[in-house]
């Protein structure tokens, strides 16, 4: 149990209104925190916002929720476009596409909005966290909080140490996600940290599997839930992950490890140049 205060992380910011981005205005928002999602359009944002009421209007109507507590967490949320909003932020969350490049030119212009304290940390997958941290000008306060998806339910948080993180950073993202009800791990910064180092290699050789006649998708998924009591198969794991982020999770890991098991199989890579990339598409291993 990690005993440093989280009281000074008032309002948190999240960059990026996609699956991970949505979940994560969730999560710090029932943490009692002041929320800004900023998207990179003022639609996109409210888009997210707007699924996430509806998404809190069912568990009010299922009884899971206070309608009153619905109110207070949607009342703590804003949604813009402009990244100067974040300006006030004791944290920020980035959580935009898996490219390295997009992240670091995001952090250098973030590192020029928010005040000196404020920690910066990426949601990356697999990605350098250090690398995104020297593209701002306090590397000591960036370091990687990586939810698992979808982000309100799921317990894990991986936080990313970079080499060039402070204790206190890292005790700070620690203590962050323990207060968002997380069970949190702190692992060191290479390429798919514990979960997707070992995930990745079993999701990508269920494919190659199908690519090989072995067995039908649905019962390669039938036998995985089945035989090792997972809660899902590989292929829906995949299409529930994104199969254009499965892509760069496992680019990411072959180039840093060179491993064979990391190279994508050919089916994923056609898949996302056809657009496929599974449930947020409507279409991937299979239709939605
Ligand atoms: N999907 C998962 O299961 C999962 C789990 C944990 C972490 N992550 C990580 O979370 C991050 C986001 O993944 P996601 O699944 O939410 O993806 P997504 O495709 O649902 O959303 C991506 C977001 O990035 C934005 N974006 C795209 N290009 C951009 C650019 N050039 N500049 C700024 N924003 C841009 C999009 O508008 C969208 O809001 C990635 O780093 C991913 O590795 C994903």
Redo the contacts with the bound molecule.
């Keep these: 149990m990690d005993e440093t205060s989280t009281d000074h992380i008032v309002t948190v910011g999240v960059l990026?209104?996609?699956?991970?981005?949505a979940g994560l205005v969730e999560v710090a928002a029932r943490s009692g925190r002041t929320v800004i999602l900023r998207?990179?359009t003022q639609e996109?944002a409210d888009a997210a916002i707007a699924k996430l009421t509806s998404g809190l209007g069912r568990q009010v109507d299922k009884g899971r929720l206070e309608a009153d507590e619905r109110d207070a967490i949607l009342g703590r949320i804003t949604a813009t476009s402009d990244l100067h909003a974040l300006a006030e932020c004791d944290l920020v969350v980035e959580?935009?596409?898996?490219?390295l490049d997009?992240k670091k030119e995001?952090f250098a212009t973030l590192d020029a909005v928010v005040e000196p304290h404020a920690i910066l940390a990426?949601?990356?997958?697999?990605l350098p966290v250090v690398e995104i941290a020297m593209a701002t000008s306090h590397p000591d306060r960036v370091c990687g909080i990586?939810?698992?998806?979808p982000a309100p339910m799921m317990k894990l948080v991986e936080v990313i140490r970079p080499l060039t993180a402070s204790d206190d950073t890292i005790a700070t993202a620690l203590a962050f996600a323990s207060s968002c009800g997380k069970d949190a791990v702190e692992v060191v910064d290479r390429a798919g940290f514990i979960v997707n180092a070992l995930l990745f290699p079993y999701l990508n050789n269920a494919v190659k599997m199908w690519e090989q006649g072995t067995a039908s998708i649905e019962d390669i998924d039938t036998a995985m839930q089945g035989g090792c009591n997972f809660p899902m198969g590989p292929f829906a794991l995949l299409d529930?992950?994104?199969l254009?982020?499965s892509l760069?999770?496992l680019d990411a890991l072959h180039t840093e490890f060179g491993d064979p098991n990391f190279m994508a199989a050919t089916s994923l890579k056609r898949m996302v140049a056809a657009g496929h990339l599974g449930r947020?598409t409507g279409r991937g291993f299979r239709a939605y």
């Design positions: 990026g209104s996609g699956i991970m981005g998207s990179r996109s959580s935009v596409v898996e490219d997009v995001l990426t949601n990356t997958s697999t990586h939810f698992f998806n529930l992950v994104g254009d982020t760069a999770i947020k």
